[in-house]
């Protein structure tokens, strides 16, 4: 997620000209890009809390990018946060901090 934004900050700031030129200077490709840009069509709040999951030490990862993507796509917020709901209750958080 913060690579989301340090990338749309960019962007936005003109420091890059297009996603093609940001997918050159971050070097990956331009549909690894898209779905890291994708993330800032997530609702303020689950992006919020996205930057603030609690770090893990052990294993997978609790929530990963991939399980995030489909939820990004839906462009209806309300619906966004069930789906991030039904994710982050079955992906057992990891509270240890």
């Known amino acids: ?5 340090h990338f749309d900050h960019a962007l936005a700031s003109g420091r890059l000209r ?3 030129d940001l997918a050159r200077a971050g070097q990956v ?6 779905q890291i840009m994708n993330l800032c069509n997530l ?3 689950l992006q919020e ?3 603030f999951l609690k770090p893990y030490f052990d294993g997978r990862a609790p929530i990963t990018e991939r399980q995030i993507r489909p939820i990004a ?4 917020w309300d619906k966004q946060r ?3 709901k039904k994710l982050t209750g079955s992906a057992g958080r990891n509270d240890r901090g």
């Open 43 to 45: 609702a303020p709040d």
């Open 49 to 51: 809390e996205l930057l």
């Open 1 to 5: 997620m913060a690579l989301a934004i």
């Open 18 to 20: 297009s996603q093609a």
């Open 29 to 34: 490709t331009r549909a690894r890009l898209s």
């Open 82 to 84: 069930r789906r991030f």
């Open 73 to 76: 796509a839906e462009p209806n």
